[in-house]
């Protein structure tokens, strides 16, 4: 049982015990509701404490159950909580460090609640596409108020315990403790445990001056802020069940909306994306306790914009900085931009100023490799040279201390050769960091033939430290992320020989939910980024067609936001895209030069080519073992290049689809003259799933 239970004297204690977060799994369930049945049925026991064993109360409801039958097998958490408030002795929740979900919700059952401070407190059903759904959404607003509940329902954000026991008129913690809360609980429960009636959060009433014109505020804010998320909005609807309708009445509106979301696509895609983050930080063949290396201090070569965002990751978490640059004037431009980066933060309210001068203390700088022979790890972020990072990584090898671990934040070399051009090439990893370094969430963890696993465990372990997304990736061209994007602007590229207009494809995609299509990025990332890789690429992989769209705009100069144009028109100083009639007539002349007669292309083929493309690619990286899952190919996506959170990824929105269907799209691609027939062949894995009616997931 995921649940034991003992007796302090006249306390019955039940122990909630289901590592590693106490999930409310059937097991725990069970264990609570004979738990409670046993100190009923006991007369010398005169109340009851509820606690959680190990690093939490109760992470929630146990989501690894989440779509089997055990989920509402019996007991179910609503009859679990019905129990405990049902009981004829008092219960006390012992609350400690977390307490979220469903396990918030079987605590707002207890009669009362003493809580350790420091305690993270949450109801984030919403970010997993759903809301509370055992009660939280009714009785949450009657011990905190309509406000603060809602707050916390709707954005699913953690508060602290002490935080929440501070604000006048609540009832959600009966008394907050710094000690040990168990034993605190107990000696409450003994003062309280002929106290009756006994006090059920059912029975308040939500206290609010004007709740109507509150929750119509509600709904227009949330509304406004959620368009491909229909959980906000919902949460809004059932919180004011709690206000306008008797609580049994509330309990079934709440049900009833839950039962919903749980089948949306949207929350599936959640649900997979809360998944597939934990997924992605399991290697295969890397044990989970691996021993990791310590990192106390980090170098990075390179003070230029990706050298400078790289280094605030760590700053931010506390771990000393060593620049290196080779000349005086790029490091101070390059600690410059840093400062600037930092003070912008504080402008905008976002950090303070105590806090920016911790970090900038953190940082030192130098022009001399000497200085670096006591860092635990050094990044290099210099220019995508192979020469470059020859020279770089020599020097690190003389300099750096044995153990260091060299990692180059290359996107499109080899880290094998760079990992040869030391005499440690076990110590050489990639980490490829995403521009803003310092906001984007992804990491590739590149891992080279020669990389040891405590290397990449401690280089995971180092990427959550720094609250990234580390996602491993296998030595290919582009590892995980640029290798499927280059099919995707390929496409792009095809859609407009064949007819298509940059605004076209552009919208098509960001109907779809894409942040930005692929000539709108273009021209803000710089469409000479492209032309430099393609001409590449032109000489290493000749039998890869593309368009010529891409290179004609770049001989015209036509980089972007950059040089005022690009796909689009750029009025100096504005961002707006506007369509362009010089590209307009260089799409005709070049379709005319082709002897293409433009053709009409739905919305659907456009987005299809354009998102099936990764998922054929994102196949192939899978069976070629560049990536380890599928789910880590959503893990990039999501966090690396826009793809809109609520089709969960690539490979589940092709999950969604039905695979068979996304090759039957592929087949027809296939026939396209215009197009790439070779590529539109599915990836045998694909077509084994497809064949077999099987998903990625
Ligand atoms: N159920 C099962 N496993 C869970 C879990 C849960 N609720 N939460 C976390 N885990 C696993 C996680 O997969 C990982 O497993 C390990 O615990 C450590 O997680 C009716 C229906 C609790 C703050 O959404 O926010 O209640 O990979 O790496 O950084 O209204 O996990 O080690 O095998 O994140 O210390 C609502 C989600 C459920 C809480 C801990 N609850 N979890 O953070 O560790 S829905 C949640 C978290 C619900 C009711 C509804 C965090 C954490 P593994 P971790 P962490």
Redo the contacts with the bound molecule.
Sequence with gaps: MSATYETRGPVAVITLNNP??N???LSTRKGITEGIERASNDPAVKAIVITGAG??FS??????E?GSPL?SASPD?LSVIAAVEGSDKPVVAAIHS?V????L?LALGCHYRVAAAGT?V????V??G?????G?TQRLPRVLGLETALNLIVT?D?AKSEQLAAQPGQKLFDKLVDGDVLDAAIAFASDVADRRPLPRVRDLKVSHPEPDAYLQFARNTVGAMSKNFPAPLQCVEAVAAAVNKPFDAGMKVEGEI?AALMQTPESRAQRHM??AE??A??IPDVP?DTPVRAIAKVGVIGAGTMGGGIAMNFLNAGIPVIILETKQEALDRGLATVRKNYEAQVKKGKLAQDKLDQRLALLTSTLAYDDLKDVDLVIEAVFEDINVKETVFKALDEVCKPGAILASNTSTLDVDKIAAFTKRPQDVVGMHFFSPANVMKLLEVVRGAKTAKDVLATVMALG?KIRKTCVVSGVCDGFIGNRMIEQYSRQAGFLLDEGASPQQVDKAIEKFGFAMGPFRMGDLAGNDIGWYIRKRRYIEQPDMRYSKTADLLCELGRFGQKTSAGWYDYVPGKRDANPSPVVAEMLEKHRAALGITPRRISDEEIVQRLVYALVNEGAKIVEEGIASKASDIDMVYLTGYGFPLHRGGPMCYADTQGLFNVVASMKKFAKNPADDAAFWQPAPLLAKLAAEGKTFS
């Excluded at 979220?100 to 396990?103: P, Y």
């Excluded at 949450?122 to 059903?125: D, K, Q, S, V």
């Excluded at 759903?130 to 055992?134: C, E, K, M, R, V």
């Design positions: 590693p977060v999930g409310l799994g690093k939490a992470g929630g409801a146990d989501i690894r989440f989920a958490l977390v979220m979900g469903g396990g919700e993270q949450a109801l984030p059903e970010k997993l759903l809301l509370p759904g055992a939280g699913g953690t839950f809360f998944f934990r997924a930080s399991k989970a959550k």
